[in-house]
């Protein structure tokens, strides 16, 4: 981990190549590198905390995202620098997701109140599959700022995060540098739990997203029993690099009532207005 004070738990997308059978978990990521949880620590299934352990979500969205992904018209770069505090003011509410879908109680991930200029603890061109899984999420790969959270509920879950940079070009380099590691992440080994399993990460050309190009990574695998499918979507407008992941557990298929692009439309809606309040 980066020194930046990373806040609360990690979402979903790093969770599950961790733990396959508990999602919207892991017990925090600290502040220090000496106490971040290894790759195959265990999280208590208490800290499932708010999401349901019964029946699924119903198929409808609620609030913004019930949003056709061809009204979604182009909006200008992300532009200027706001703190991990303030971005995480851009990332949806519970409210904006499914009903049954819920936060974990420990909230989002956060940098932190200042903006950092650290140089990447994770080279994307060397590091191990399995670390960027774990750490794909929270701080670490350069970024200035950055703010994620998951929802979930029975076996699924929603994932979204902002990471920031100094600069476009930056911002750009981040998501060719995910693809690259895509392309070597094709078979690798992730333990837990005294389990250990096969993922592959796979990266090829998304939806666009109000007129941005974007990179979808796929991640698939299992751990003893336990079948593991995240798909995330990654779209950069100016210094900022949007996401949005499904993710499915134990076998259970990704949700899909609400569009990856829709979660990033939002999410880019609400950066411009906080970059203009700040």
Do not use: W
């Not at 250990?196 to 998304?206: P, S």
């Not at 979507?233 to 690099?241: A, Y």
């Not at 207005?273 to 700040?278: D, K, P, R, S, V």
């Amino acid at each position: 981990m980066s020194s930046v004070a990373v806040r609360s738990a990690r979402p979903a997308l790093a969770a599950l190549a961790a733990v396959a059978g508990v999602l919207v978990t892991v017990a925090g990521c600290s502040s220090s590198s000496s106490s971040s949880p290894a790759a195959g620590s265990s999280p208590s299934a208490s800290t499932a905390g708010t999401a349901p352990a019964s029946s699924g979500p119903t198929a409808e969205p609620t609030g913004a995202l019930a949003l056709p992904t061809a009204s979604m018209t182009p909006l200008p770069a992300a532009a200027g620098q706001l703190t991990g505090t303030q971005l995480e003011s851009v990332l949806l509410p519970q409210s904006a997701f499914p009903t049954g879908f819920a936060t974990p109680s420990s909230g989002p991930v956060s940098s932190g109140a200042s903006l950092t200029t650290t140089v990447a603890t994770y080279n994307l061109r060397t590091v191990p599959c399995a670390t960027f899984i774990e750490h794909l999420g929270t701080t670490g790969f350069g970024e200035t700022a950055m703010a994620a959270s998951s929802v979930g509920a029975a076996g699924q879950g929603y994932d979204q995060l902002v990471y920031q940079f100094v600069g476009a070009t930056e911002a750009n380099a981040f998501v060719s540098g995910i693809q690259a590691l895509a392309g070597r992440c094709g078979s690798f080994k992730v333990s837990a739990n005294g389990a250990t399993g096969t993922f592959t990460l796979h990266a090829a050309a998304g939806p666009a997203v109000a007129g941005q190009p974007s990179v979808e990574l796929t991640e698939t695998g299992s751990l003893g029993t336990n079948k593991v499918s995240l798909d995330l979507l990654l779209c950069t407008s100016g210094v900022d690099v949007f996401g949005a992941g499904a993710a499915g557990a134990n076998g259970t298929a990704a949700p899909t009532s609400v569009t990856k692009q829709a979660i990033i439309y939002q999410l880019m809606k609400r950066q411009a207005a906080a970059a203009t309040l700040g």
